[in-house]
């Protein structure tokens, strides 16, 4: 099993006939993803990648039964597409795009209240379930099938991630990059609570950062429900400066809030195991899955 996305999901992608966008699907199809459409204003009716094009997301839903989209809209027309999405009622919307304005996230996450839809993102590299579904830019090859659910804030260190756990022999059920920006979709209890739903998952990593409270919400969520399934986290950002962004809108560590060190005693004192440094990440996994 999975999370969130499988070998079953129909995906159409919101801006496919970008260059970006075209480049991702034609990896995504090649990986096995069932892209069926793409939506582009003012180009429907045409095909490209040997997809279907449509006006519109209610379109593309109705001729293609696409359960899912992937946003590769530009950051000023992004919350709109989302919008469009949630409206259409697709049950699951991935946004990758980057530097969308947090006001229009503000209106993103209050039409979100009302849908039965999930959103990943924005600013997130997507979803993956090894060997079945790549909605993302995330690289397929360094994934494979096993019981570990990982979900995070950072795109690179996800890869990093994936590669250790790769070395150990620990295989993944699903990998969500939720973003890192102030305003987005799922969280990290979001993917705590699926995660622990799943049978596949044995085991959950969460990567963090500093900046917000996402960590600190994983935390309180862990210490009250008491899973079973050992968790493991890795925390960045432990020496940097205060006031200065570290990457994107989201990481910043404002006068001694939403730093490291408070994030990582939250968890560590809810029972997660945490990797004192990214270079062991997989090996603090493997630690964790053998209790």
């Known amino acids: 099993m999975a999370i969130l996305a499988d070998k079953n999901t129909k995906v159409i992608c919101q801006g496919l006939t970008g260059a970006q966008a075209s480049f991702h699907c034609e990896q995504a199809i090649a990986y096995g993803t069932q892209i069926v459409g793409g939506v582009t204003p003012g180009k429907g009716g045409t095909r490209h990648l040997q997809l279907p094009v449509f006006d519109t997301v209610a379109r593309a839903v109705a001729e293609t039964g696409a359960d899912a989209s992937l946003v590769f809209v530009p950051p000023r027309a992004a919350a709109d597409a989302m919008i469009e999405a949630i409206d259409a009622e697709v049950p699951l ?9 947090v006001q229009d996230m503000v209106r993103v996450r209050r039409r979100l209240e009302d849908s039965n839809t999930r959103l990943i993102g924005p ?41 250790q756990c790769g070395d150990a022999r620990l295989g993944q059920s699903s990998v969500v990059g939720i973003g890192g920006d102030p305003v987005h979709g799922l969280g990290f209890v979001d ?11 044995e085991g959950i990593l969460l990567i963090g950062e500093i900046g917000g409270s996402a960590e600190e919400e994983a935390a309180a969520f862990i210490a009250a429900e008491k899973p079973k399934k050992p968790i493991a986290a890795f925390v960045a950002g432990l020496y940097s400066e205060t006031g200065r962004r570290m990457g994107h809108a989201g990481t910043v560590n404002v006068f001694g809030h939403g730093g490291a060190e408070s994030k990582i005693e939250a968890l560590r004192s809810a029972g997660v195991h945490i990797a004192p440094n990214a270079a062991e990440i997989g090996a603090t996994m493997r630690q964790a899955m053998r209790g």
């Open 93 to 101: 919307v991935v946004c990758v795009t980057e530097r969308v304005p």
């Open 123 to 163: 600013n997130s590299q997507g979803i993956i379930t090894p060997e079945q579904c790549k909605i993302g830019i995330m690289p397929g090859h360094i994934h494979f099938p096993g019981k570990i659910g990982i979900a995070s804030r950072s795109a690179s260190l996800t890869y990093e991630a994936v590669g």
């Open 191 to 201: 993917c705590l609570e699926l995660f622990l739903r799943d049978p596949q998952t």
